[in-house]
């Protein structure tokens, strides 16, 4: 039995015609400590804007990619956009991320350091 149906998922037969799905991609994380805290969950209550887009893909069990297509001028920060793909469909996620990317080449980007 393999790893995906013995945890109750069987990948389909023949490939599905759903086409892939964008997000926001998730947010840079700020920079520096976080502010000191009494409250034991305050970690994970100050994680949810960091997976708010990813988590329910994360569960679903879709492939999913974030690309930076673009560097806002004003802040050097990346802005992106996350691609989903249909479970089973890494083929079809990494065919568009490929085209989307030589679209938008970002790898010699590089932000300004002050």
Do not use: K
Request: negative net charge; contains cysteine.
């Amino acid at each position: 039995m393999s790893a995906a149906t013995s945890h109750g998922r069987t990948p389909p037969t023949t490939p599905t015609a759903t086409p892939p799905l964008c997000t926001p991609p998730p947010p840079p994380a700020a920079p520096g400590a976080p502010p000191p805290h009494d409250n034991p969950l305050m970690p994970l209550l100050n994680s949810y804007p960091m997976g708010v887009f990813t988590s329910v893909f994360n569960v679903t069990g879709q492939p999913a990619i974030s690309l930076p297509i673009h560097h806002d001028d004003a802040t050097g920060l990346p802005v992106g956009v996350q691609i989903v793909a249909a479970p089973w469909r890494e083929d079809l996620l990494l065919q568009v991320s490929r085209t989307l990317e030589l679209a938008h080449p970002w790898a010699d980007r590089r932000p300004p350091v002050s």
